[in-house]
């Protein structure tokens, strides 16, 4: 038995693993191999034909293409080659035309012309432009899109993966924590909306759970938020949150948002702004956060607002940002205070100048872009009127399709200091998944933002 298993394990790994066959199936494909491009011209004078067999799957002229050779490229073309042919994976030769290390754009137009389409799938759902955009080409990008290229089922497939993705860990989190979060809920409430009202799928019986979670936690304490004999932690941010991603959920005033409302109010200051303990970078940590979304809520839920609002809109008026979650909060305040345009262009602008090379944000200068801070802009750039076509909008969203994880998640690295005790929710990335979870709630609301709605859409609670 030992003679039998040693004799096993030799054979195993002294002889030659099976080497595969590289014979080329055709002279033709020989010469392309070679990157030959005179032996090429001369058997297609000879009548070889440039669409017979295959090679490892790959047609001719995607090897030709992942050469880079263009004088064999066009000898092919123009001797027939299928401009529409793909591998055995369904990747085209367009594709393959964009996804090299130095493409070429005459050849891509080439390519267009004589009839690629630029929005075949292959097996795994990529296109061309899927292709460019990997790249972070936004110049092929830009020309394929020219060309009829459309990013709609990249966008549906993402945002649809992010939400499922937070329609699970958010039950779980409620489970092993307690209580209700502005990352696993009320965030993730608004990007349901958002999906929801641009026409993506969405589970309405989880929506509704959760939901319901964030009604039982308020409801037992709506006497003490009246009278102010309870110590909510940043009122201004995770009450108003709440009520944010109610207000997406469609829930009604009553009682417990009227509740939720003062006890917001309590926490304005004399000079317009609501009070923050900055603890919890980048959610907990902004003036221009407890100030932005206080507003909002108060003009959400509370029927006289107006001066609350008012004061508020002028402390963002004046105040001056210092981080990137500072200037997209200014500006969603400003919009949602209703602020003069020249105060919301201005605003704009601010944002619109930290957008780095790569097409993302940064929560501070020394960071590298992420999905919070961009998916962040992106939403507050769409709601002070930033068309989807907009050029920035449109480099943003190859940002965020570039750097979405396979599970449907993007991955933000947390900054904040332990303040509350860590709880495992199911969503990926280990201790860094509630900010995570934050960044890739923004991320799906900002590529859902950008597609167009069907009739009658739903409340996003961001309008």
């Avoid at 017979?52 to 490229?73: D, K, V, Y």
């Avoid at 123009?78 to 055995?88: I, L, S, V």
């Avoid at 641009?198 to 959760?210: I, K, L, N």
Wanted: charged content about 20%; glycine content about 8%.
């Amino acid at each position: 038995m030992h003679r039998i298993a040693f004799l096993a394990l030799f054979t195993a790994v002294l002889l030659p693993a099976q080497i595969p066959d590289f014979k080329p199936p055709t002279p033709l494909f020989g010469a392309v191999l070679k990157n030959d491009a005179q032996a090429v011209k001369k058997l297609l004078d000879e009548g070889a034909d440039p669409n017979e067999g295959r090679f490892f799957g790959f047609p001719a002229l995607t090897l030709a293409i992942i050469n880079s050779n263009q004088p064999m490229i066009r000898a092919m073309l123009d001797r027939g080659a299928d401009p529409k042919a793909a591998d055995r994976n369904g990747s085209t030769v367009l594709m393959w035309a964009v996804g090299g290390e130095s493409p070429n754009a005459a050849l891509v137009d080439e390519l267009l012309r004589r009839g690629a389409d630029p929005n075949v799938q292959n097996k795994l759902g990529e296109s061309a432009l899927t292709w460019s955009i990997r790249r972070g080409d936004m110049a092929m990008a830009g020309r394929l899109q020219a060309a009829g290229a459309s990013q709609s089922s990249a966008v549906h497939r993402s945002v649809e993966n992010a939400v499922a993705l937070l329609q699970k860990s958010g039950p779980e989190f409620v489970k092993v924590s307690g209580c209700v979060s502005c990352h696993h809920q009320s965030l993730p409430q608004m990007a349901y909306a958002a999906a929801r009202q641009h026409g993506f799928r969405v589970d309405a019986a989880a929506s509704e759970q959760q939901l319901k979670a964030v009604v039982a936690m308020f409801k037992p304490i709506r006497e003490q938020m009246e009278k102010g004999t309870i110590n909510l932690p940043n009122p201004g941010i995770s009450v108003s949150y709440s009520l944010l991603g109610m207000a997406a959920e469609g829930y009604a005033a009553d009682e417990i948002t009227s509740a939720m409302t003062l006890a917001i109010s309590r926490t304005q200051l004399p000079d317009g702004s609501f009070a923050v303990l900055p603890a919890r970078p980048p959610l907990e940590a902004s003036a221009f956060t407890s100030t932005a979304l206080s507003i909002r809520a108060l003009r959400l839920y509370e029927r006289d607002s107006e001066d609350k609002v008012a004061r508020a809109r002028q402390w963002l008026m004046q105040a001056r940002p210092a981080t990137q979650e500072d200037r997209a909060m200014k500006l969603l305040g400003l919009v949602w205070s209703k602020a003069e345009a020249s105060d919301i262009g201005q605003a704009t602008a601010e944002v619109l100048a930290q957008q780095r090379p790569d097409g993302g944000w940064a929560q501070l200068a020394g960071l590298e872009s992420d999905a919070y801070s961009t998916g962040q802009a992106m939403v507050a750039l769409h709601e002070a009127g930033m068309p989807a076509a907009d050029k920035a909008y449109q480099h943003a969203m190859a940002f965020l399709l570039r750097t979405q994880l396979a599970d449907g998640s993007w991955m933000v690295r947390t900054r904040s200091s332990p303040v509350q005790q860590f709880k495992e929710s199911g969503f990926p990335h280990g201790r860094d998944q509630w900010i995570s979870a934050a960044g890739t709630s923004w991320a799906a609301m900002a590529l859902a933002l950008s597609q167009p709605m069907p009739a009658a859409p739903a409340s996003s609670g961001l309008q």
